[in-house]
């Protein structure tokens, strides 16, 4: 018999841990995006850390800036990115004020409201692929620069919360190279996912983009 999910919602201490520490363990997670529409929850099945100044693969690898002041903020708020010119990203605060890193949210399975992430998502060919991907689960999240900030702890009614769930086992977890990071942060075995889960995104090395000539 499979255990009814946790909702209780995680505290801030959960996230003010080291980020190596807090990525795998949000595995299993729920994920809630409050809309005018209706909520949509999704349980986490991929997740990538990013360790500030001692990681080069990092966007705080070179200092504060405004486009990632959120990450150098308290635990447990959210910085969503703008990349490729197209696409929005999700992470998660992670450490103590001031000593930036976060847990980009790779992909997860939707466990409720999928029929508003389908209208989010009308490329995908199942349910399995709505949030297969970091771009693709911001999508079906109807997640955009306007939530960047967000404390996803706060008590009450939030755009975005994080439910305890059911942690997966040690066992259960994998970790390899991160998808697309280029130089000395593609090194890095800091993408964690559930082995065997049908929502998780295909590993991609970093390939460099091309000029037109």
Known sequence: MIATPDRTPLPREFFDRPVL???????????????????????????????????????????????????????????????????????????????????????????????????????????????????????????????NGTDACAPGDTPLRILTGTSVPSDQVRNGPRTGVSGDGGVHPWRYWVADDPTVSPYRAHVPRRRSS
Do not use: Q
């Open 21 to 147: 520490e807090v990525a795998p363990d949000l595995l299993g997670r729920i994920l809630v995006r409050s809309t005018p529409d209706g909520p949509i929850a999704l349980r986490l099945t991929e997740v990538e850390a990013y360790d500030g100044p001692n990681d080069p693969g990092s966007h705080a690898y070179r200092g504060r800036t405004a486009r990632n002041d959120v990450m150098f903020g308290a635990p447990g708020h959210v910085y969503v990115y703008f990349t490729y010119g197209m696409w929005f990203c999700m992470n998660l605060v992670c450490g103590p004020e001031g000593r930036a890193s976060a847990v980009l949210l790779r992909a997860g399975e939707i466990i409720e409201g999928a029929e508003l992430a389908r209208t989010r998502r009308l490329a995908a060919r199942s349910d399995k692929e709505l949030a297969k991907g970091p771009a693709r689960l911001a999508t079906a999240l109807d997640v955009d620069r306007a939530l």
